[in-house]
């Protein structure tokens, strides 16, 4: 009679291991459902993170848009340099700039004496190349520091650094001089424009509105010294 009790007993001991494996392999199928959602959420991740640079990507490329924008607005479509109001932006940093460093400049308002005329003999185009003719020459009459802007028409303005009042006036009859030099030729015939320039002094204690109020009043008491010119000369070929 003893014998069925140790098969009694060795089946309950079985029982119990069987009983405390099933307990220890639980955590484990615990820890393998619970790593399962990670998985399904590292795709989501990833998407997240695209979307992230995609978006991040759209706002450099829209930032680089309205930088675009922002320069053609401030840009002469025609000569390629600033309008009028890209160069009153310009000289109103510089005149902030003078007036915190103490430093100084000339403003110097160009005016073309005879585009009109070439206009109504020749056509606009005839007038928009003696424009770009202008606008190179006097580009090329100053500093990479410099600024030579239009203000509309037949109108240009040049911001030059560091100029006393008697080297801003020889400046500014060196550039009518290069502008009253400059020849085209239109339908045959041989064609001269010319310039007159007005001068104002720049420095800590400007206003830009009223500095462009000066040189323009001076630039036309210029104009009046120059009427005795021909207002367009045409020599045939």
């Excluded at 989501?44 to 607005?73: C, N, P, Q």
């Amino acid at each position: 009679m003893k014998k069925p009790k140790r098969a009694g007993a060795a089946k309950a001991k079985k029982g119990r291991k069987t009983s405390a494996s099933r307990s220890k392999a639980a955590p484990r199928r615990l820890a393998k459902r619970s790593a399962k959602p990670a998985r399904r959420g590292a795709p989501a991740a990833d998407d997240a993170r695209a979307t992230i640079r995609g978006l991040r990507s759209k706002l450099k490329e829209a930032e680089r848009r309205v930088a675009e924008l922002e320069a053609a607005a401030d840009t002469d479509f025609l000569l390629e340099i600033p309008n009028r109001r890209g160069f009153e932006r310009e000289l109103a940093r510089a005149i902030a700039y003078m007036k915190r460093y103490r430093a100084s400049g000339a403003l110097i308002v160009l005016d073309v004496d005879r585009l009109k005329p070439i206009n109504d003999s020749f056509g606009h185009a005839a007038g928009d190349e003696v424009l770009k003719a202008i606008a190179a020459t006097l580009t090329r009459q100053v500093r990479a520091s410099d600024v030579v802007g239009r203000l509309g028409g037949d109108e240009f303005a040049l911001l030059l650094w560091n100029l006393s009042e008697t080297d801003a006036k020889a400046k500014a009859a060196t550039l009518e001089q290069a502008i009253d030099e400059l020849s085209f030729a239109f339908r045959g015939q041989r064609v001269t424009a010319g310039a007159s320039a007005g001068v104002a002094l720049l420095g800590a204690q400007s206003d830009a509105g009223r500095a462009l109020e000066e040189a323009d009043a001076a630039m036309y008491v210029r104009k009046a010294h120059r009427r005795h010119e021909p207002r367009i000369r045409l020599v045939s070929n």
